[in-house]
């Protein structure tokens, strides 16, 4: 049982919208928040609205199918919150579909959260002796539980100060971006290490907060604010306030947000997603020795493009989508067995002959984690006719799992962990594979202020 709960938590990523639309009924702008960010999560979709009462209306599946726009016009109020899931073991369930919303005397109060948080487990732990029940196996729940508990009074009294004041309490070795609905009032929080972004917009429209600023897009001219890791935000219908709750300036943005996760469009971290990749590339194409050439370089869409398209230009070897995905098509990667993830790939992508024939390729990847995609997809390119495929990692080699909300499954499950380039190249079928070497990741990333554990063969403390 409880290592069953442990498998269902771990490697959470999401993305989550939430605010206040001035006068008009905000149920279809969270949709459109929503739909903006689907590719931080494809499992569930959910949405809490209302002004006093709430309305929570979520679903499994895409945004488009989860959240009906029939059901959408139904419902009433202006301040909500919404978030999509990607929950990677299998295990997507109805109950842990998010926000969780709970009733507390008489009020209503909702929460969504992108993150992990740790002591999670044990707090659940502590209540279940008590005879509290949960109705999900998700953090979420726990921390909505906690800082009800802790607060001790209606919703409507709580303060960001008090609800800040908790979460560093008992939540402070997790990653978390949460949003909280009390009645009339949405609260932002960003953990103190700040893992994962947060965005603010203040427009005419309203006030919004979101994981990435490319679900502002729609608005009027917003004007947009990164929040800090340990600071949040209060809305209310007159106003946003920006205000601090921890004093740790020790900030760990994950860097694996900018290689693979987030929107190629949005800036997060104080940067834009593309001109990142772009650079990535355009490193890993000088860390080449100075003899290597290639006829082609191939990109393995959607997220290794911005960096195949860096490698290229300061190579200048010619770029070819060499590789046609096919849009319709599930993700690869949360397959829960390795045979299925592997058809998936196959029926993902399709080869262009004319590009790939009797060429020395270079494909460009933006990560590798148990190499299934690279696997496969060097054996179809040669299937298709290539003389040599060259696979190339615009992130460094991955050889630790991550607690903090991305994908990471086992040491012994990742085909970099223990392993030299040339036993790499051998598994995948590459004539030979090289990453982007861990000394240049600072040429992007500036500073201390970056996670970048899932390179690094030890747990920071
Ligand atoms: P692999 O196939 O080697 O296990 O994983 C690498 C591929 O999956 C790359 O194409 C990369 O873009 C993608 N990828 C890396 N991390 C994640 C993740 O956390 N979630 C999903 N869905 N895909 C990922
Ligand atoms: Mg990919």
């Known amino acids: 049982m409880f290592s069953k709960l442990k498998t269902?938590?771990?490697?959470?990523?999401?993305?989550?919208?939430?605010?206040?639309?001035?006068?008009?009924d905000i149920a279809a702008t969270l949709k459109c928040g929503l739909l903006k960010l689907q590719h931080r999560g494809q499992d569930s979709a959910g949405i809490s609205c209302g002004f006093d009462v709430q309305n929570v209306y979520k679903n499994l599946g895409l945004v488009n199918t989860a959240l009906r726009d029939n059901e959408l016009r139904k419902l009433k109020g202006s301040f909500g919150i919404a978030h999509v899931r990607y929950s990677t073991c299998g295990d997507v369930k109805e109950e842990n579909i998010q926000p969780v919303k709970t009733t507390y005397f008489g009020e209503d109060v909702s929460l969504v959260h992108n993150g992990n948080v740790k002591q999670a487990e044990k707090i659940r732990e502590e209540f279940e002796k008590n005879g509290e029940v949960f109705l999900s196996t998700s953090d979420s729940e726990v921390i909505l539980k906690?800082?009800?508990?802790?607060?001790?009074?209606?919703?409507?009294?709580?303060?960001?100060?008090?609800?800040?004041?908790?979460?560093?309490?008992?939540?402070?070795l997790g990653s978390y971006c949460i949003l909280i609905y009390t009645p009339n009032r949405v609260f932002a929080f960003r953990d103190n290490f700040?893992?994962?972004?947060?965005?603010?917009?203040?427009?005419?429209?309203?006030?919004?907060?979101?994981?990435?600023?490319?679900?502002?897009?729609?608005?009027?001219?917003?004007?947009?604010?990164?929040?800090k890791a340990g600071f949040g935000v209060e809305i209310t219908k007159e106003d946003c306030q920006i205000k601090s709750f921890s004093s740790n300036k020790a900030s760990r943005q994950c860097v694996f947000e900018h290689i693979y996760f987030a929107n190629p469009a949005?800036?997060?971290?104080?940067?834009?997603?593309?001109?990142?990749r772009i650079k990535l590339g355009e490193l890993l194409a000088k860390s080449e020795e100075n003899d290597f050439r290639a006829d082609v370089v191939i990109p393995v869409?959607?997220?290794?493009?911005?960096?195949?398209?860096?490698y290229a230009q300061a190579s200048k070897i010619p770029f070819h989508v060499g590789l046609?995905?096919?849009?319709?098509?599930?993700?690869?990667?949360?397959?829960?067995?390795?045979?299925?993830?592997?058809?998936?790939?196959?029926?993902k992508f399709a080869p262009i002959k004319e590009v790939i024939l009797n060429k020395k390729v270079v494909l460009l990847d933006d990560s590798l984690v148990r190499g299934t995609t690279s696997r496969e997809i060097v054996s179809m390119l040669k299937r298709a006719g290539a003389k040599e495929v060259h696979m190339r990692s615009s992130s460094p080699k991955i050889i630790n799992t991550c607690f903090f909300g991305v994908d990471?499954?086992?040491?012994?499950?990742?085909?970099?962990?223990?392993?030299?380039?040339?036993?790499?190249?051998?598994?995948?079928?590459?004539?030979s594979i090289k990453f982007l070497p861990f000394?240049?990741?600072?040429?992007?990333?500036?500073?201390?202020?970056?996670?970048?554990?899932c390179f690094l063969d030890e747990v920071q403390k």
């Not at 009800?148 to 960001?160: E, N, R, Y």
């Not at 700040?194 to 006030?207: Q, V, W």
């Not at 000394?439 to 554990?453: A, R």
């Open 8 to 24: 269902d938590k771990i490697h959470e990523e999401c993305g989550i919208f939430g605010g206040y639309l001035k006068d008009k």
């Open 146 to 172: 906690k800082i009800v508990s802790s607060l001790k009074k209606p919703p409507s009294k709580w303060t960001f100060e008090e609800i800040g004041e908790c979460l560093l309490k008992y939540f402070s």
């Open 194 to 227: 700040g893992y994962r972004p947060l965005m603010l917009a203040k427009s005419k429209e309203g006030f919004f907060v979101a994981s990435e600023d490319i679900a502002f897009c729609s608005l009027s001219e917003p004007e947009i604010v990164e929040i």
């Open 266 to 276: 949005s800036n997060i971290f104080s940067k834009n997603v593309y001109t990142t």
């Open 301 to 310: 869409m959607d997220s290794g493009f911005a960096c195949a398209l860096g």
């Open 324 to 347: 046609v995905r096919n849009p319709w098509l599930e993700r690869s990667f949360i397959q829960s067995q390795q045979e299925l993830r592997k058809n998936n790939v196959r029926q």
């Open 408 to 431: 990471i499954p086992t040491k012994e499950e990742l085909i970099a962990y223990n392993k030299t380039d040339f036993e790499i190249a051998k598994e995948i079928g590459a004539d």
């Open 439 to 453: 000394e240049s990741l600072s040429e992007v990333f500036e500073g201390d202020m970056w996670c970048n554990q």
